[in-house]
């Protein structure tokens, strides 16, 4: 029996020595992975994605090439974005300015390449679809380049509020209005109705990655709500915006553009999206808030699938 417990426990040992490598290896090369998707902007592709697939789930629209488009014009718009703002971002995200000038040549020609692909697709969608597509884009050397001056800003980006707001409406066309251009379909009050939410989803996006961007932000010239009223005040025009968004859902429901389950599905990510914020006041690891706040996509597409099939 002395031998046998002896033989057992020399295993045992052996078995948590492994186990616990195996664990270490995950977390390090887990860890590293998921910086790599985030850093290099495919984590946000897929939730763009994933937010066109909701619009697509809720106004019942048949599948279509848009949320390929989607995935493709944000990766190019997001990389061409860390590319032109490598001095602000070194302030703000260190990590990911380096990961960014390491690969900066590939990153380029990736994004160029994935932004043609995008137009390709949207053409065969008809001129409105192409013509959304090219608004991001559009939008998108506004809002970074020094085109546009209003007042003494040189860049629509250094503009307080306007800045957020402008970026929202573009995404939140792409998101809402592209999957029924692209499937023939007419504008109507549940696509206008996705559109508003969708500007509402990404101005607390925009604004809670503000929070983290402030030091970035103010060597840049850059005006946001974090720098003009503090981080506390502007959790609390996102708590607004949350439950503006679902006041908006149950209006729509009352109006019969969408059902009541609809309005309920998207309980959870508003909640989560608020949870978010709060907690973006009680952290320093922004990145993984972002990551979290992007959590409430995939949420709301479970979610109002889970109602509508």
């Known amino acids: ?14 078995n948590g020595a492994w186990s616990s490598r195996v664990v270490a290896w995950l977390t390090a090369h887990g860890g590293r992975a998921g910086d790599l998707l985030l850093q290099s902007k495919v984590v946000v592709a897929v939730a763009a994605m994933v937010k066109v697939a909701t619009v697509m789930a809720v106004l019942s629209v048949p599948a279509n090439a848009a949320p390929v488009i989607a995935f ?7 990389v061409h974005n860390d590319l032109t703002d490598l001095e602000e971002d070194s302030i703000n995200d260190p990590d990911g300015v380096r990961f960014v000038k390491r690969w900066s040549g590939h990153l380029e020609l990736a994004a160029t390449m994935s932004y043609a692909l995008a137009l390709g697709l949207a053409l065969l969608g008809g001129p409105l679809a192409l013509l959304l597509t090219l608004f991001p884009g559009v939008v998108g050397a506004l809002y970074s380049k020094d085109l546009i001056r209003v007042g003494s800003a040189r860049r629509l980006k250094e503009v307080l509020v306007v800045n957020t707001t402008v970026v929202a409406v573009a995404w939140a ?8 251009a692209y499937a023939g379909l007419p504008i109507r009050a549940g696509g206008v109705l996705m559109f508003l939410v969708f500007v509402l989803r ?3 996006a925009g604004e809670l990655l503000n929070i983290r961007d402030v030091s970035g ?17 502007t959790r609390l025009v996102l708590y607004a915006l ?3 968004t679902l006041g908006l859902l149950a209006a729509a429901a009352v109006e019969g553009v969408v059902g009541d389950e609809v309005v309920l599905a998207f309980v959870p990510a508003i909640l989560l999206s608020a949870f978010v914020s ?4 009680r952290t320093t690891d922004m990145s993984r808030l972002g990551l979290s706040r992007l959590a409430e996509y995939p949420l709301m597409l479970v979610c109002v699938l889970l109602v509508t099939l």
Do not use: C, K, Q
């Open 217 to 233: 932000d103010a060597a840049a010239g850059v005006s946001t709500l974090p720098l003009a009223i503090g981080a506390g005040r």
């Open 202 to 204: 990404t101005f607390i």
């Open 1 to 14: 029996m002395a031998h046998e417990n002896s033989y057992s426990n020399g295993t045992g040992g052996r």
């Open 173 to 180: 066309a792409v998101v809402a209005l592209l999957p029924l």
């Open 72 to 78: 493709l014009v944000t990766f190019s718009i997001y």
């Open 278 to 281: 709060w907690r973006s006041g």
């Open 242 to 244: 949350d439950a503006l």
